[in-house]
């Protein structure tokens, strides 16, 4: 998450590494659970739908889609204000087709997710 966060959102990038917030902190129950444990259940299943046709890439986006609808607010704050406005991530996502229109602009591949995951040690073996 954090190579497509440094590739989409610089700024945010940026601050989430002067603040040592690290992705694992507010994308893991992102992509645990494909955001059922945070999102709106109605949402969710519009996220999943596309999740289904598309596949893993739109998960990447929808989490960039997050966070660069955010983006502005979280740059005004700090560690602790971070961790906490994730835990409140439900509440902060008002219009949904800006969402999941924000989230299909992305040019997110497949092969891009890979290159990603091979950095982070991921890739799959025998390929």
Not at 7 to 26: G, P, R, V, W
Not at 53 to 82: T, V
């Amino acid at each position: 998450m954090g190579k497509s966060l440094k590739k989409y959102a610089t700024k945010l990038y940026k601050h989430f590494q002067n603040e040592n917030i690290e992705s694992s902190m507010y994308a893991s129950p992102w992509f645990i659970t494909i955001f059922a444990h945070v999102l709106p259940f109605p949402l969710v299943l519009r996220i999943w739908d596309i999740y289904l046709y598309e596949g893993m890439n739109f998960i990447f986006k929808i989490s960039l889609a997050i966070l660069k609808l955010n983006q502005k607010k979280l740059l005004l704050l700090h560690y602790e204000d971070i961790i906490v406005y994730f835990n409140k991530i439900r509440t902060k996502i008002g219009d949904w087709e800006k969402l999941l229109k924000t989230a299909v602009s992305f040019n997110i591949s497949d092969k891009l997710i890979e290159k990603w995951a091979a950095g982070c040690g991921l890739q799959e073996e025998n390929k």
